[in-house]
């Protein structure tokens, strides 16, 4: 494909005046600066759908695999079995989608009653940087995710 640019000087059309040529130098070069951002967004947006998705397929385990045995209070600790108030944990860990549904929607977890949805939810919620779930949990907080 050929553009202005490359043609030698006695091909070019002559131009009426300087402004006429300075004005077509400018519009080329927003062109080219329009075709790199339009091929910028395009490579971006399938990232972005791509976390969207392992967002949603991602898991969280309750609780943390160095505390087996361990039951879930309504608060959201972690306690010691059969302490009162408190929830034996899943028995598998928890989808991104399920979790990003019960926490925005309100729905209880599969097989689950709404009291163990809720002391999960809460043990969710107190995940912090370095702990088995958080990323998971703060890439479905992401406001592109919701």
């Known amino acids: 494909m050929r553009n202005e640019d490359d043609q030698p000087e006695a091909e070019r059309p ?6 006429e040529a300075e004005t ?14 339009t091929a910028a967004v395009v490579t971006v947006r399938p990232g972005i759908a791509h976390a969207a998705v392992s ?4 898991q ?3 609780p943390q695999s160095t505390q087996p045995n361990k039951w879930i209070k309504n608060n959201g600790d972690v ?3 059969n302490t009162g108030n408190s929830y034996p944990p899943p028995s598998q860990p928890l989808s991104g989608e399920d979790v990003k ?6 729905t ?3 097989g689950y009653t709404s009291q163990q949805t809720n002391a999960y939810n809460n043990y969710i919620k107190k995940l912090t940087m370095g702990k088995q779930g958080y990323t998971c949990y703060a890439s479905l907080q992401s406001p592109s995710r919701q």
């Open 14 to 19: 002559a131009a009426a005046a300087p402004g």
């Open 24 to 37: 077509a130098q400018t519009r080329r070069a927003m062109l080219r600066i329009g075709a790199l951002g």
């Open 55 to 58: 967002a949603l397929t991602c």
């Open 60 to 62: 969280i385990p309750v």
């Open 79 to 81: 306690v010691n079995p």
């Open 101 to 106: 549904n019960s926490l925005k929607y309100g």
């Open 108 to 110: 209880n977890y599969p």
